[in-house]
């Protein structure tokens, strides 16, 4: 069952994201109170927790729905997405995923404004892409061409040119 929660989580967490946009840019009618809005929050919290740890475990094993998944022209597709790829090795520095965090939190606090909330909320979408970049990335990490073979650089050894003695 985690497998299967797991493997549709990344989806999952995308409505997740759309809707912490749309709770940040739509007008709360005045009906509502705060606390049905605290609500609401927290079951996307617990319910983004819940994903991410399905997430994990999932990644853990081998799925055979991602399998099925992988198109039969792997390497074409993959070549569609390099931009895709470069924005998930560039998440592999500390530095830079250190000051997309940072970013992130910082304007959090533009949220509160009238005028901040539309940055926040395209802060919010850029989670969602980085998802679908993590999700893209997984299924076809095989062609990834910033892998290097699986994330390993293999060089193959080269053997000696013979040595033509003359006498």
Same mark, same amino acid.
């Given at each position: !069952?985690?497998?299967?929660?797991?493997?549709?989580?990344?989806?999952?967490?995308?409505?997740?994201?759309?809707?912490?946009?749309?709770?940040?840019?739509?007008?709360?009618?005045?009906? %509502?109170?705060? =606390?049905?809005?605290?609500?609401?929050?927290?079951?996307? !919290?617990? $319910?983004?927790?819940?994903?991410?740890?399905? %997430?994990?475990?999932?990644?853990?094993?081998?799925?055979?729905?991602?399998?099925?998944?992988?198109? $039969?022209?792997?390497?074409?597709?993959?070549?569609?997405?390099?931009?895709?790829?470069?924005?998930?090795?560039?998440?592999?520095?500390?530095?830079?995923?250190?000051?997309?965090?940072?970013?992130?939190?910082?304007?959090?606090?533009?949220?509160?404004?009238?005028?901040?909330?539309?940055?926040?909320?395209?802060?919010?979408?850029?989670?969602?892409?980085?998802?679908?970049?993590?999700?893209?990335? =997984?299924?076809? =990490?095989?062609?990834?061409?910033?892998?290097?073979?699986?994330?390993?650089? =293999?060089?193959?050894?080269?053997?000696?040119?013979?040595?033509?003695?003359?006498?």
């Amino acid at each position: !069952m985690s497998t299967f929660i797991g493997h549709y989580a990344p989806r999952v967490l995308l409505g997740v994201v759309g809707s912490l946009v749309l709770l940040t840019v739509a007008p709360i009618p005045a009906s %509502i109170s705060a =606390q049905v809005v605290f609500g609401a929050l927290l079951v996307l !919290m617990t $319910l983004t927790l819940v994903l991410a740890v399905a %997430i994990f475990s999932h990644n853990r094993r081998l799925c055979e729905r991602c399998i099925r998944s992988v198109p $039969l022209n792997a390497s074409a597709v993959a070549s569609r997405y390099k931009a895709r790829f470069r924005i998930a090795h560039y998440f592999e520095r500390k530095s830079f995923a250190a000051g997309y965090l940072i970013a992130v939190a910082a304007s959090s606090f533009f949220g509160f404004h009238p005028a901040g909330k539309y940055p926040w909320a395209v802060v919010q979408a850029s989670l969602g892409y980085l998802l679908l970049v993590y999700a893209t990335h =997984q299924r076809l =990490q095989p062609w990834c061409p910033f892998c290097r073979g699986g994330g390993e650089h =293999q060089e193959v050894p080269t053997s000696p040119t013979p040595v033509s003695s003359t006498l």
